[in-house]
């Protein structure tokens, strides 16, 4: 396997997962985004339901990532990969990218954000850091390439 059809698995389980915790497992985010305490608060499932949004969005990144792996005609063009490669470490940099200044807070104060350095929140944080230079990284060879 080619370290770029790896990122590609990656990727897609990664955005896969991230569709079933957002989309699917809703109230399982809910617990790890408010704390116990503040769950019986009226906006709760609002943003219970909000974040399936944020799945719907993940969902067709990770299908994407699926379809490359088959290598379709139009893949094999290098400035194609590129494109998407950069794309992907875009869609990696921009959620890990939010989680910083929360973690520069020092995390959950009181009530707001979420512990971005203990639980799922800190998987989340160090994956798509990971997943974030993993896919610059296969850039690297198709930039020399084109």
Not at 20 to 30: K, P
Not at 57 to 71: K, Q, T, V
């Amino acid at each position: 396997m080619r370290f770029s059809d790896f990122v590609l698995l990656l990727n897609a389980l990664w955005f896969g997962g991230a569709f079933i915790q957002f989309s699917i497992a809703q109230r399982n985010t809910l617990k790890i985004l408010v704390p116990r305490e503040e769950r019986g608060n009226p906006i709760a499932p609002t943003l219970s339901a909000s974040v399936a949004f944020l799945g719907g969005i993940n969902l067709p990144i990770g299908l994407l990532s699926l379809y490359l792996l088959a290598r379709p005609p139009f893949f094999q063009a290098i400035d194609a990969q590129l494109a998407l490669f950069l794309f992907f470490a875009a869609c990696h940099f921009s959620q890990f990218a939010y989680n910083l200044p929360v973690l520069m807070r020092g995390g959950r104060v009181g009530v707001a954000y979420w512990p971005v350095l203990k639980g799922p929140m800190l998987r989340i944080f160090v994956i798509d850091a990971t997943l974030f230079v993993a896919n610059l990284a296969a850039v690297l060879p198709l930039a020399s390439r084109s």
